[in-house]
């Protein structure tokens, strides 16, 4: 269920408020980027988005899920910065 690959489209469309924005910011098809959305329902988990006026919106279930994975991205970047710096080398 926390896929960091999944956790950045949706942070992508969050920020973008558009599926084809948000693909094309990805590098990704627009199709490509639903079928994302289509494995997250089906793996279970209520409905991330909704569509309306033009824009997708997050419910209430999404702004909890990018809560949670915008936490868990700022911990991956943390954690990889920190095994990166020249401190923890060898010399």
Do not use: W
């Amino acid at each position: 269920m926390f896929d960091s690959r999944q956790m950045e489209y949706i942070i992508a469309i969050d920020d973008c408020h558009s599926l084809s924005k948000a693909a094309d910011k990805l590098y990704l098809s627009q199709s490509a980027l639903s079928q994302q959305l289509v494995k997250l329902k089906e793996s279970g988990l209520p409905p991330l988005f909704q569509y309306k006026n033009g824009q997708m919106n997050t419910t209430i279930a999404g702004k909890l899920y990018l809560n949670g994975a915008r936490t868990i991205m700022n911990l991956k970047d943390e954690f990889m910065r920190s095994i990166s710096d020249d401190a923890f080398t060898e010399k």
